[in-house]
Structure formats: structure tokens, C-alpha cells
């Protein structure tokens, strides 16, 4: 076999060469940046990863932190306001006087409740029912009836009454 004769010329084996050479150092330029470059972005994810670790347990703290003084504010909450509305029944014809002298006798018999927790209230809404409807109330010689149509409780008591003539 002939070896050409470019390769047995020295300034072309030395061209070749360098040729090798520069390609293998740039190859290894390029390992070294390629890299440094994978190795600034893994430290950059774990360091990324544990910040997000550690602010899922600052959150999971905090939720059951602010459950809990969710749970305890709860059982603290009291009545604040009660508020009656009173409707009338449509066979009376009653004044807007007395239909007002009414709600207020059945919020003065409510006032009691005022300041007392929410949990105590709900355990006795019964009697609460019964209280204000097995009341009579008097006004101009006539005597009336309130019946509970609703009664929505949280902070503040609201009692829809409806007024009933006595029979």
C-alpha cells in the first residue's frame, strides 16, 4: 500500500495535527463549560427544591396554626345582636304599633342570650322555640301568639316570628 504524499510531507502531518489537537481541546473547552454550566444549574434546582421544602412546612405550620385558632375562636364566639321581625298573619289587621310593641316583647325575652357562646345557644334553640311561642301576648285587651317561621344564629340571632291571633 502507497502512502500518499501529503501525509509524508512534514508541514502537512503538522497541519494535521494541529487540526487533531485544536479539535480535541476545543472538544475538551466545551465538556469543561458544558459542565460547569450543568453544575450551576443542579445547584441552582436543589438549592430551589429545599426552599420550596421548607416553605410547604412553613405552610403546612401555618395551616394547622391558623386551624387551630380557627377552632378555638369558634368555641369563643358569643351573640352579639338579635334582631325580630315579626310579620302578621293575613286574617289580623293589626297596626304597625303593635306589630312593633310585639317584636320587642319577643327580643326583651331574648335579651338574656346576649354575651352567651354560640355552642350553649345552638344546645337550646328548643327551648328557645318553645319560650317564644308558648308566650302570650297582650296588648289592647287582645291576646296574640307568635309562631317561629326562622331563626338564623351566628354573631347575631335573627328570629322571623310570625303573629297568630289566640284561639
Excluded at 31 to 43: K, P, S
Excluded at 55 to 69: A, D, G, V
Excluded at 73 to 92: C, D, G, H, P
Amino acid at each position: 500500500m502507497r502512502i500518499p504524499p501529503f501525509f509524508s510531507r512534514k508541514e502537512y502531518q503538522r497541519f494535521l495535527a494541529g487540526i487533531f489537537l485544536g479539535f480535541l481541546v476545543g472538544w475538551l473547552f466545551f465538556l469543561l463549560q458544558y459542565g460547569w454550566t450543568v453544575e450551576h444549574y443542579v445547584r441552582k434546582i436543589d438549592t430551589q427544591a429545599r426552599s420550596i421544602n421548607d416553605l410547604k412546612e412553613q405552610i403546612s405550620q401555618w395551616k394547622s396554626t391558623y386551624e387551630k385558632n380557627n377552632a378555638e375562636n369558634e368555641k369563643k364566639l358569643r351573640l352579639q345582636r338579635i334582631k325580630v321581625f315579626a310579620t302578621k298573619s293575613a286574617s289580623l289587621s293589626l297596626s304597625q304599633l303593635k306589630i312593633y310593641h310585639i317584636s320587642e316583647d319577643v327580643q326583651d325575652q331574648l335579651e338574656n342570650l346576649l354575651g352567651e357562646d354560640l355552642d350553649t345557644i345552638h344546645k337550646t334553640r328548643a327551648l328557645i322555640y318553645k319560650a317564644i311561642e308558648n308566650k302570650i301576648y297582650e296588648l289592647d285587651g287582645e291576646s296574640y301568639r307568635v309562631r317561629i317561621d326562622h331563626l338564623f344564629l351566628y354573631t347575631s340571632l335573627e328570629v322571623h316570628v310570625k303573629i297568630v291571633p289566640e284561639s
